[in-house]
């Protein structure tokens, strides 16, 4: 098995999840996360606020707890989201919105540009 089937952000290594963004869940996003996944997962109709809300949460929290199999699935509802022509829209509102809520904070250990050789051996692959 080759490590990046072992991690889906490869070349990220899991133990640096949790410093890959800016933002992290607070109990009120977890519970707020939670309550979108099911709707997702029941396949009821949300906003395009809401499935960027789900884009955004759903990675905080994933990373944030070394959750591979959780980022493996993020990945996957984003293609599917794209798939059905759901794409982000306004994602700067939608997270300013998580931010105001008290939903998201900042990350205490985030590393800028972490993210980046993910998506740089993305490109390169």
């Known amino acids: 098995m080759h490590d990046n089937e072992l991690d889906p952000l490869h070349p990220i290594k899991i133990e640096e999840y949790p410093k890959l963004f800016d933002y992290v869940l607070t109990a009120k996003g977890l519970a707020y996360f939670n309550q ?6 029941l396949q009821k109709q949300l906003t395009i606020d809401e499935y960027n809300k789900l884009r955004l949460l759903y990675i905080y929290y994933s990373t944030a707890n070394k959750k591979t199999k ?3 699935m993020w ?3 984003c293609v599917a989201l794209d798939e059905k022509g759901i794409f982000e829209k306004e994602m700067y509102l ?3 919105d998580l ?3 008290g939903l ?4 205490p250990y985030y ?3 972490l993210y980046k050789k993910h998506i740089d051996f993305l490109k390169n692959s």
């Open 36 to 41: 979108l996944k099911q709707n997702y997962f």
């Open 70 to 72: 959780e980022v493996s």
């Open 75 to 77: 990945k996957k509802i």
């Open 94 to 96: 939608s997270k300013q």
């Open 99 to 101: 931010i105001n809520q």
């Open 104 to 107: 998201i904070l900042e990350n």
């Open 111 to 113: 590393f800028p540009g």
